[in-house]
């Protein structure tokens, strides 16, 4: 997979790099280890979609999504293939390319993990993406990561999280909404104004004592 990962490397880590880390990794590459956790064990057509996702937002065309291989981003069930999908951007979340587009005429978001695409075509059905990534844009605004939300609405959510815990917490981006609290006892008081999903009740659940809604 090594022009995938040169791919990948040219469109996601020059900008989102903050350190250079990178120049140690040929250097020493027997002392840096990965535990492998949550990665593909199958073999893929990684290359493949990828190229085929950049030549679609590139020229936006349409891709007809025939099948999907497993549910990544909570899809709705009420979405039956083929689809017609409108791809806008590649978006890079928790280790894992997905293609971010719109299901055609119907200004829903629909975002796919690039192994998750089993069988699609692309064709030359052109369309104008301007618009469309502004409706992507506010889409994602509501969502706590990138998964489907449960419903139509948006809540303010507060989450108090220990002393220990809410140091590493703050430290990180979780959403745009995001504001802070610190308690007279030194817990912090997460704030978040976000629709509810499958990512947001997973996130909760992992710092299981350490926080409450």
């Known amino acids: 997979r090594k022009q995938s990962l040169k791919k990948i490397e040219s469109l996601f880590y020059s900008n989102n790099s903050k350190s250079k880390f990178e120049n ?3 250097v020493a590459d027997t002392q840096i280890v990965s535990s492998h956790f949550f990665e593909n064990i199958e073999g893929t057509r990684f290359e493949n979609v990828l ?3 950049i030549w679609s937002i590139q020229n936006k065309r349409e891709i007809r999504v025939l099948e999907i291989s497993y549910d990544y981003t909570s899809i709705s069930s009420s979405i039956e293939y083929p689809i017609r999908f409108l791809p806008l951007q590649l978006l890079y979340h928790r280790g894992v390319v ?5 299901l055609k005429d119907e200004n829903k978001v629909l975002i796919f993990a690039l192994e998750q695409l089993k069988k699609y075509k692309l064709t030359n059905n052109m369309f104008e993406s301007a618009s469309l990534l502004h409706l992507l844009e506010n889409e994602m605004q509501t969502r706590f990561g990138i998964t489907q939300n449960r419903d139509e609405h948006i809540y303010d959510i507060e ?12 430290k990180q981006f979780w959403h745009s909404s995001q504001q802070f609290e610190i308690l007279p006892n030194g817990n912090l008081i997460l704030k978040l104004t976000c629709g509810i999903n499958r990512e947001l009740v997973g996130w909760i659940f992992q710092w299981m004592s350490n926080a409450k809604v």
């Open 159 to 170: 989450i108090e999280f220990s002393k220990i815990t809410g140091k590493y917490i703050k």
């Open 98 to 102: 997905h293609v971010a587009g719109m």
């Open 51 to 53: 190229d085929d996702a």
């Open 24 to 26: 140690f990794v040929t």
